[in-house]
C-alpha cells in the first residue's frame, strides 16, 4: 500500500524540481538585463516573473536541467555593458552578444566560464585590454572580438586554449608582438589579427599550426622576414600593407637584405610587457602613461638623437638622457610607422559604431568548410568528412556563418521578408554585392535524421533550371541549431501579391506577362519531374501562388523545389494542411497519403485558374466559366478586355484538365508545356490535351 504512495509522491516532488534550476539563475539573468539594457528597450520579454526556459525569454536557450546554455541576442541593438554577472551561468556554452553598441570593458569574470565553447563579442565598442584568463577557458573554440576598440597586446596565454578553432580580432587597436604561443594551438584554422598596430617580425612557430587554413596579418607594423613554411596556406596567407616585411616566394614581398635580417632576428617570444631596448633595464608599455607625448621631440621621418633640453642633463644625468631617448626614439619610430599605415575609413575613434561597408571591409570567404568550426555542440551534419560532399561541392556551396550574418545585418528585422510556424526569410547582400534571400530553418522542423538530411540537401543542390529559384549554398550553425539556405533574390515577389489586387504599386500584369508567367512554370515543373536529363522525378508537393517568384522581367521562377526533404514529417504535415486550405491539394492524396506527379499537376491547374481569374479562391463559377468560354467569369476583369480568346479559351481547358479529380485523365507536365509554348488552337470545341 505505501509503495504507490511513495511513487506518487516521488512524481509530485520531482515536477516542482524542474524549473529550480531556471529560478536560481533568474537573478543572474535578470542583473544581465539591466547592464546590457538599461532602459529596458529591448529585452522586454526577460521579466522577474517568467520561467527563462519557458521559451519567455528571447535569446535564452536551456538544457535538459533547466540550466541556461545558450544567450543569442545579436544584432538587437543592446548599448549597456557586459556585466560580470555572466559568469553565474555556470552551463553557458553560448555567448552571442555582436552586432550590438555594448561599450566599456570585457569582464575578467568572463574567464571563469569553464564550459563555454562559443563567445561572440565582436562588432561592438568594447575597449580595454583582452583579459588573459580567458587562456584559461578550456572549452572555448571560437573566440570573435574583431570590430571593437580593444587596445594592449594579445595574450601570450591564449596559447593554451588547445580547443581553439577560430582566433578572430581584426579591426582594433592592438599593439605589440604577435604571441609565439599561437603557434602551439592545434587546433587553430583560422586567424586573424589585420587592421591593427601589430609590429615586429612574424614568430616562426605560428607557421607549426598544423590546422590552420587562414592567417590574416594585413595593415599592421610588422617586419622581417616571413617564414617560408607559411607559403602552404597560399591564398590563405593574407600580409598586405605591412612594408617592412620580406621573404622569398611571397608575391608583393622584397628579398631580404642585412638590415631586414637583423630587424627580424629578435628572440622569440618578444613581448611588449617584456621588451627591453636597452639590457640594462626592462621597460613595461604598461609603465609608460597614456598621455606621454612620446614624439615630442621629433620630426615625422626621423627623432633627435640629443636633448634640447639642458634640464634634464642636470636632473637625470648622461646616462639617463641617453636611455630615455632610446626608449623614446624606438616607440615614436614604431608609432610613425603604424600611423602611416593606418587606413582612415577602417577606425575612426571618433565613430560611436560602425558602419554597414567598413564591416564589409573583409578578407573573401575561406573555401575551407569554416561552417564545422563556427559552432559547437552537437548537430552537425556538416561536419568533415561526414557529409558525403565531395570537397568540390563544400567549396562551392558552403556558407560560415559569420559570412550569413553580415549578409543579412545579423538577421536585422529590417531585412525580414517573411515568416511562418518553421522558418524565416531574410534579404541580404553578400560580399561580392550579389542580393540573396537568406531561409533559416531551425533544427527542430529539419529531419532528425542527418543522413536524409543530407541526402535531401545533395538533391536541392543538383537543381538547376532556369525557372527554378537558385540555390546559392547553405549554412549549418550547431550553436544556434540551425541551417541556412541562401538563394538568389527574386525581386518582384510572388504571384500571389499580385492576385484580388493590383499588385505591386498598383500594377496589373499584362495578358502576355500571364501567359509567360504560366509557359515558365510548367517548364520548372517539367524538369523536376524528370525531364531534360533530369534523372530522378521530384514531386514539388507545395506548388502554390506563394511559391512562384517573378523576377525583374516577370519571369516565373518556382521557389522551395525538393524543401520538403529536408524538413521533419510534422512540418511537412503542417504545410499540407495549409495547402488543402487553399485548394492546391490533390483530391486523391486524401485516399492515398501518397504524392506522385500528378499531384504538382492538379496543383498547377489551380495556378492557371488563378493566373487567369486574378483571384486567389477558385469559385465554381469560374471553373464553370472556363468550361463555356464565359470569359467575363473567369478572366480578370482588370484586364478589360485586353487579352486573347483564343488564347485564353485554351487556357481554361487546360486548367480544367489539370485539375480534374482522377489523377489519370490529368495531363502530363510535359504535355502541357508543349501545348503553352504553342498555343496553337483557338476554340474549346477543338482543343484537347493528351493524358
Same mark, same amino acid.
Given at each position: 500500500?505505501?509503495?504507490?504512495?511513495?511513487?506518487?509522491?516521488?512524481?509530485?516532488?520531482?515536477?516542482?524540481?524542474?524549473?529550480?534550476?531556471?529560478?536560481?539563475?533568474?537573478?543572474?539573468?535578470?542583473?544581465?538585463?539591466?547592464?546590457?539594457?538599461?532602459?529596458?528597450?529591448?529585452?522586454?520579454?526577460?521579466?522577474?516573473?517568467?520561467?527563462?526556459?519557458?521559451?519567455?525569454?528571447?535569446?535564452?536557450?536551456?538544457?535538459?536541467?533547466?540550466?541556461?546554455?545558450?544567450?543569442?541576442?545579436?544584432?538587437?541593438?543592446?548599448?549597456?555593458? &557586459? $556585466?560580470?554577472?555572466? !559568469?553565474?551561468?555556470?552551463? %553557458?556554452?553560448? =555567448?552571442?552578444?555582436?552586432? @550590438? #553598441? *555594448? /561599450? +566599456?570593458?570585457?569582464?575578467?569574470?568572463?574567464?571563469?566560464?569553464?564550459?563555454?565553447?562559443?563567445?561572440?563579442?565582436?562588432?561592438?565598442?568594447?575597449?580595454?585590454?583582452?583579459?588573459?584568463?580567458?587562456?584559461?577557458?578550456?572549452?572555448?573554440?571560437?573566440?570573435?572580438?574583431?570590430?571593437?576598440?580593444?587596445?594592449?597586446?594579445?595574450?601570450?596565454?591564449?596559447?593554451?586554449?588547445?580547443?581553439?578553432?577560430?582566433?578572430?580580432?581584426?579591426?582594433?587597436?592592438?599593439?605589440?608582438?604577435?604571441?609565439?604561443?599561437?603557434?602551439?594551438?592545434?587546433?587553430?584554422?583560422?586567424?586573424?589579427?589585420?587592421?591593427?598596430?601589430?609590429?615586429?617580425? &612574424? $614568430?616562426?612557430?605560428? !607557421?607549426?599550426?598544423?590546422? %590552420?587554413?587562414? =592567417?590574416?596579418?594585413?595593415? @599592421? #607594423? *610588422? /617586419? +622581417?622576414?616571413?617564414?617560408?613554411?607559411?607559403?602552404?596556406?597560399?591564398?590563405?596567407?593574407?600580409?598586405?600593407?605591412?612594408?617592412?616585411?620580406?621573404?622569398?616566394?611571397?608575391?608583393?614581398?622584397?628579398?631580404?637584405?642585412?638590415?631586414?635580417?637583423?630587424?627580424?632576428?629578435?628572440?622569440?617570444?618578444?613581448?611588449?610587457?617584456?621588451?627591453?631596448?636597452?639590457?640594462?633595464?626592462?621597460?613595461?608599455?604598461?609603465?609608460?602613461?597614456?598621455?606621454?607625448?612620446?614624439?615630442?621631440?621629433?620630426?615625422?621621418?626621423?627623432?633627435?638623437?640629443?636633448?634640447?633640453?639642458?634640464?634634464?642633463?642636470?636632473?637625470?644625468?648622461?646616462?639617463?638622457?641617453?636611455?630615455?631617448?632610446?626608449?623614446?626614439?624606438?616607440?615614436?619610430?614604431?608609432?610613425?610607422?603604424?600611423?602611416?599605415?593606418?587606413? +582612415?575609413?577602417?577606425?575612426?575613434?571618433?565613430?560611436?559604431?560602425?558602419?554597414?561597408?567598413?564591416?564589409?571591409?573583409?578578407?573573401?570567404?575561406?573555401?575551407?568548410?569554416?561552417?564545422?568550426?563556427?559552432?559547437?555542440?552537437?548537430?552537425?551534419?556538416?561536419?568533415?568528412?561526414?557529409?558525403?560532399?565531395?570537397?568540390?561541392?563544400?567549396?562551392?556551396?558552403?556558407?560560415?556563418?559569420?559570412?550569413?550574418?553580415?549578409?543579412?545585418?545579423?538577421?536585422?528585422?529590417?531585412?525580414?521578408?517573411?515568416?511562418?510556424?518553421?522558418?524565416?526569410?531574410?534579404?541580404?547582400?553578400?560580399?561580392?554585392?550579389?542580393?540573396?534571400?537568406?531561409?533559416?530553418?531551425?533544427?527542430?522542423?529539419?529531419?532528425?535524421?542527418?543522413?536524409?538530411?543530407?541526402?535531401?540537401?545533395?538533391?536541392?543542390?543538383?537543381?538547376?533550371?532556369?525557372?527554378?529559384?537558385?540555390?546559392?549554398?547553405?549554412?549549418?550553425?550547431?550553436?544556434?541549431?540551425?541551417?541556412?539556405?541562401?538563394?538568389?533574390?527574386?525581386?518582384?515577389?510572388?504571384?500571389?501579391?499580385?492576385?484580388?489586387?493590383?499588385?505591386?504599386?498598383?500594377?496589373?500584369?499584362?495578358?502576355?506577362?500571364?501567359?509567360?508567367?504560366?509557359?515558365?512554370?510548367?517548364?520548372?515543373?517539367?524538369?523536376?519531374?524528370?525531364?531534360?536529363?533530369?534523372?530522378?522525378?521530384?514531386?514539388?508537393?507545395?506548388?502554390?501562388?506563394?511559391?512562384?517568384?517573378?523576377?525583374?522581367?516577370?519571369?516565373?521562377?518556382?521557389?522551395?523545389?525538393?524543401?520538403?526533404?529536408?524538413?521533419?514529417?510534422?512540418?511537412?504535415?503542417?504545410?499540407?494542411?495549409?495547402?488543402?486550405?487553399?485548394?492546391?491539394?490533390?483530391?486523391?492524396?486524401?485516399?492515398?497519403?501518397?504524392?506522385?506527379?500528378?499531384?504538382?499537376?492538379?496543383?498547377?491547374?489551380?495556378?492557371?485558374?488563378?493566373?487567369?481569374?486574378?483571384?486567389?479562391?477558385?469559385?465554381?463559377?469560374?471553373?464553370?466559366?472556363?468550361?463555356?468560354?464565359?470569359?467575363?467569369?473567369?478572366?480578370?476583369?482588370?484586364?478589360?478586355?485586353?487579352?486573347?480568346?483564343?488564347?485564353?479559351?485554351?487556357?481554361?481547358?487546360?486548367?480544367?484538365?489539370?485539375?480534374?479529380?482522377?489523377?489519370?485523365?490529368?495531363?502530363?507536365?510535359?504535355?502541357?508545356?508543349?501545348?503553352?509554348?504553342?498555343?496553337?488552337?483557338?476554340?474549346?470545341?477543338?482543343?484537347?490535351?493528351?493524358?
Amino acid at each position: 500500500m505505501l509503495r504507490p504512495f511513495f511513487v506518487i509522491f516521488s512524481i509530485l516532488l520531482f515536477f516542482p524540481l524542474l524549473s529550480v534550476s531556471s529560478r536560481t539563475e533568474l537573478p543572474t539573468l535578470m542583473a544581465m538585463k539591466a547592464s546590457l539594457d538599461p532602459q529596458n528597450q529591448f529585452l522586454t520579454s526577460w521579466t522577474p516573473h517568467s520561467d527563462p526556459c519557458s521559451g519567455a525569454f528571447e535569446g535564452v536557450a536551456c538544457n535538459e536541467q533547466g540550466r541556461v546554455v545558450n544567450i543569442s541576442l545579436q544584432g538587437k541593438g543592446l548599448w549597456g555593458q &557586459i $556585466p560580470g554577472a555572466v !559568469a553565474e551561468l555556470k552551463s %553557458l556554452t553560448g =555567448l552571442y552578444l555582436h552586432f @550590438n #553598441s *555594448l /561599450s +566599456g570593458k570585457i569582464p575578467k569574470e568572463i574567464t571563469n566560464l569553464s564550459e563555454l565553447s562559443d563567445l561572440y563579442l565582436n562588432v561592438n565598442n568594447l575597449s580595454g585590454e583582452i583579459p588573459p584568463g580567458i587562456g584559461s577557458m578550456p572549452n572555448l573554440q571560437v573566440l570573435q572580438l574583431c570590430y571593437n576598440r580593444l587596445t594592449g597586446s594579445v595574450p601570450t596565454q591564449l596559447g593554451h586554449l588547445k580547443k581553439l578553432n577560430v582566433l578572430a580580432l581584426q579591426y582594433n587597436q592592438l599593439a605589440g608582438a604577435i604571441p609565439a604561443s599561437l603557434g602551439e594551438l592545434g587546433s587553430l584554422t583560422r586567424l586573424d589579427l589585420s587592421y591593427n598596430s601589430l609590429f615586429s617580425s &612574424i $614568430p616562426a612557430k605560428l !607557421a607549426d599550426a598544423p590546422m %590552420l587554413e587562414v =592567417l590574416d596579418i594585413r595593415n @599592421n #607594423s *610588422l /617586419s +622581417g622576414n616571413v617564414p617560408p613554411a607559411l607559403k602552404r596556406l597560399n591564398g590563405g596567407f593574407q600580409y598586405g600593407n605591412n612594408p617592412s616585411l620580406c621573404g622569398v616566394g611571397f608575391p608583393g614581398l622584397n628579398v631580404c637584405t642585412a638590415s631586414h635580417s637583423q630587424n627580424g632576428s629578435r628572440p622569440e617570444p618578444f613581448e611588449p610587457i617584456n621588451f627591453s631596448p636597452d639590457s640594462s633595464r626592462n621597460v613595461s608599455m604598461k609603465d609608460i602613461p597614456e598621455s606621454a607625448n612620446l614624439h615630442s621631440n621629433c620630426s615625422r621621418s626621423h627623432c633627435s638623437k640629443t636633448s634640447k633640453s639642458p634640464q634634464i642633463g642636470v636632473v637625470m644625468g648622461v646616462v639617463g638622457v641617453l636611455s630615455t631617448f632610446a626608449v623614446t626614439g624606438l616607440f615614436t619610430f614604431s608609432w610613425y610607422r603604424r600611423q602611416k599605415q593606418k587606413i +582612415g575609413s577602417a577606425l575612426d575613434t571618433s565613430d560611436s559604431r560602425l558602419s554597414t561597408d567598413q564591416i564589409k571591409e573583409v578578407s573573401r570567404r575561406s573555401a575551407s568548410p569554416l561552417i564545422s568550426l563556427e559552432y559547437s555542440n552537437g548537430w552537425d551534419p556538416l561536419a568533415r568528412g561526414g557529409s558525403g560532399f565531395s570537397q568540390e561541392v563544400l567549396e562551392s556551396f558552403m556558407y560560415n556563418l559569420e559570412e550569413v550574418e553580415r549578409a543579412t545585418q545579423c538577421f536585422s528585422e529590417v531585412n525580414l521578408l517573411g515568416k511562418n510556424n518553421f522558418s524565416a526569410i531574410y534579404k541580404g547582400i553578400l560580399r561580392d554585392g550579389s542580393v540573396v534571400a537568406v531561409k533559416c530553418i531551425a533544427k527542430t522542423s529539419c529531419k532528425s535524421d542527418e543522413a536524409e538530411f543530407l541526402k535531401g540537401l545533395k538533391i536541392l543542390t543538383s537543381l538547376k533550371h532556369e525557372n527554378l529559384v537558385r540555390l546559392r549554398g547553405f549554412c549549418c550553425s550547431r550553436g544556434r541549431g540551425e541551417c541556412f539556405l541562401i538563394y538568389d533574390f527574386v525581386p518582384n515577389g510572388s504571384l500571389l501579391h499580385y492576385l484580388d489586387s493590383k499588385g505591386h504599386s498598383g500594377m496589373t500584369l499584362e495578358w502576355s506577362t500571364r501567359v509567360s508567367i504560366i509557359h515558365g512554370i510548367a517548364k520548372g515543373i517539367v524538369y523536376l519531374h524528370g525531364n531534360k536529363g533530369n534523372k530522378s522525378a521530384i514531386v514539388h508537393q507545395n506548388l502554390s501562388a506563394e511559391k512562384v517568384l517573378l523576377d525583374a522581367y516577370y519571369k516565373a521562377m518556382v521557389s522551395d523545389p525538393g524543401l520538403h526533404k529536408l524538413l521533419a514529417d510534422d512540418i511537412v504535415f503542417s504545410m499540407l494542411k495549409a495547402s488543402a486550405a487553399k485548394g492546391y491539394l490533390a483530391p486523391e492524396y486524401t485516399a492515398t497519403g501518397r504524392f506522385t506527379v500528378k499531384s504538382d499537376v492538379y496543383a498547377f491547374g489551380m495556378i492557371v485558374f488563378q493566373i487567369l481569374s486574378g483571384k486567389q479562391k477558385i469559385t465554381q463559377s469560374i471553373r464553370q466559366g472556363a468550361e463555356s468560354c464565359r470569359f467575363e467569369e473567369f478572366i480578370d476583369s482588370n484586364l478589360k478586355g485586353k487579352f486573347s480568346e483564343s488564347e485564353a479559351a485554351k487556357l481554361g481547358i487546360i486548367a480544367l484538365l489539370c485539375t480534374h479529380e482522377s489523377p489519370n485523365h490529368r495531363p502530363s507536365m510535359e504535355n502541357v508545356m508543349q501545348e503553352v509554348s504553342g498555343l496553337i488552337y483557338s476554340s474549346c470545341s477543338s482543343y484537347q490535351v493528351v493524358a
